[in-house]
């Protein structure tokens, strides 16, 4: 169990994960283990949030902060899959062009402007949402477990695109197993964030309401669906980058969602 969440953390983090002795290298649960690592980034985030406001007391530098943390440690690969999709869709090519583009290790205009776009609405909606992240830190801020829930589910709506390469690797993945992981890592996030309330005493959070919140991420299969089908069409199957681009716009979902929930019930 432990060596599967490590190996699949592996897959999908920058930094270097000791899975202890000779442990083999075993992602055949990714399906149920990617929405858990999620749990990961959250934690990063958090912290680097909490430091971050400490030191600056600016909730606009906190959110930048918080965002350089996380995408150094984990979302660089998923923002790269996200700009070579908008590179490989957004123009007017053919199969084999599109792969070629998603092969392609430079950013054409498409890909920047989406980058740009998933950075700017993400800081965004985090600065937007900074009043609300004391009583509502647990689903607001899982966000993280949203993005990989999405990507996990793509390799269960349809299969790769080519046997090779990073998509084929979690060709197994069954829904179930997704639905099961997303839970877990929920309950574990929350669990993490109800003990880190209280040993730093940093406030109560608002669990009655928070129930709420924790629709938001079964949203994620809109982007899951999308993504699988646009891949599917013009790809005949998905890529490792149809997996990145939906953790991106399945985080910002998220968010967006969690705003739309919190100015509807009309929170103070």
Known sequence: MVNRFLSTLSLV????IKRGGKAPFDISRVDFYLPITGIVPAVLGVLVLGGGYFLTES???TVIL?????YLGFNLFHLDGLMDTADAFLGAFDREKRFMVLKDSRIGVYGFFAGIAVLSLKAGLLYTLFPYLIPFPAPLLAYPISGRFSAALIPGLTGPAKPGGLGALVKDARLYRVMAGLLMGLLLWTALVWGMSVLFAIGEPRYGLSGMLF???LASPLVSVFFAR??????????????GAAVEVAEILHLALSLVVLKRINVS
């Not at 983090?13 to 270097?16: C, D």
């Not at 918080?66 to 996380?70: A, D, F």
């Not at 646009?230 to 490792?240: A, C, D, E």
């Open 13 to 16: 983090s920058r930094f270097p």
């Open 66 to 70: 918080t965002l350089i943390g996380q």
């Open 230 to 243: 646009l891949y599917r069409k013009h790809l005949g199957g998905y890529t490792g980058d149809a997996l």
């Open 59 to 61: 909730p606009l530098l």
């Open 215 to 217: 629709a938001v991420p």
